[in-house]
T-cell receptor
Framework: EPEVTQTPSHQVTQMGQEVILRCVPI?????FYWYRQILGQKVEFLVS????????KSEIFDDQFSVERPDGSNFTLKIRSTKLEDSAMYFC????????????FGNGTRLTVT | RKEVEQDPGPFNVPEGATVAFNCTYS??????FFWYRQDCRKEPKLLMS???SGNEDGRFTAQLNRASQYISLLIRDSKLSDSATYLC??????????FGAGTTVTVRA
């Protein structure tokens, strides 16, 4: 069964550094998402991406965050200047027909900011 | 009021028991509803969609009550492997899902 893959599985970075989290969605999916989950807390929506542009973003997704689909397969999340509170598990997800169809999540990238 | 609210639990039940819990949502225009399951430190995985007429998938039954704005999940004949956090997901539009904080279920031998 095709799956969403994320790399790296764990990223440790120093405060103020830039990080790029990478995702390869399922190939025939058209809608892409980033979610995050701070340890012990709920899964939080960050951003959705469709037709090569951001379709919706949350208040968490401020100017420090950006997303890109640089080629036909990768979907990246960049955090320009990481803060301690950015430490979380970041999940990429994709779906065929938008949020009304099941989302397939990647295994996540655990980001630790020190 | 939060968009999606769940009883956090934990629900501690013996094997073979039935456990049920609800999820309330605030936006009456919500379109679709799902239950996801999340194991510790893993990604959420779709358990089942929730249809207006209610639906079953094996030991799992999901119901939707639009008038009272809640969905429910019932697990019959609980197995040890059912121990997980169950996430209620509410769809407002094509681009955004909102997750509840999750209900923790622990099934003991």
């Amino acid at each position: 069964e095709p799956e969403v893959t994320q790399t790296p599985s764990h990223q440790v970075t120093q405060m103020g550094q830039e990080v790029i989290l990478r995702c390869v969605p399922i190939s025939n999916h058209l809608y892409f998402y980033w979610y995050r989950q701070i340890l012990g807390q709920k899964v939080e929506f960050l951003v959705s991406f469709y037709n090569n542009e951001i379709s919706e973003k949350s208040e968490i997704f401020d100017d420090q965050f950006s997303v890109e689909r640089p080629d036909g397969s990768n979907f990246t999340l960049k955090i320009r200047s990481t803060k301690l509170e950015d430490s979380a598990m970041y999940f990429c997800a994709s779906s065929v027909k938008g949020a009304n169809s099941p989302l397939h999540f990647g295994n996540g990238t655990r980001l630790t900011v020190t | 009021r939060k968009e999606v609210e769940q009883d956090p639990g934990p629900f501690n039940v013996p094997e073979g028991a039935t456990v049920a819990f609800n999820c309330t949502y605030s936006n009456s225009a919500s379109q679709s509803f799902f239950w996801y399951r999340q194991d510790c430190r893993k990604e959420p995985k779709l358990l089942m969609s929730v249809y207006s007429s209610g639906n079953e998938d094996g030991r799992f039954t999901a119901q939707l009550n639009r008038a009272s704005q809640y969905i429910s999940l019932l697990i019959r004949d609980s197995k040890l492997s059912d121990s997980a956090t169950y996430l209620c997901v509410v769809i407002f539009n094509d681009y955004k899902l909102s997750f509840g904080a999750g209900t923790t279920v622990t099934v003991r031998a």
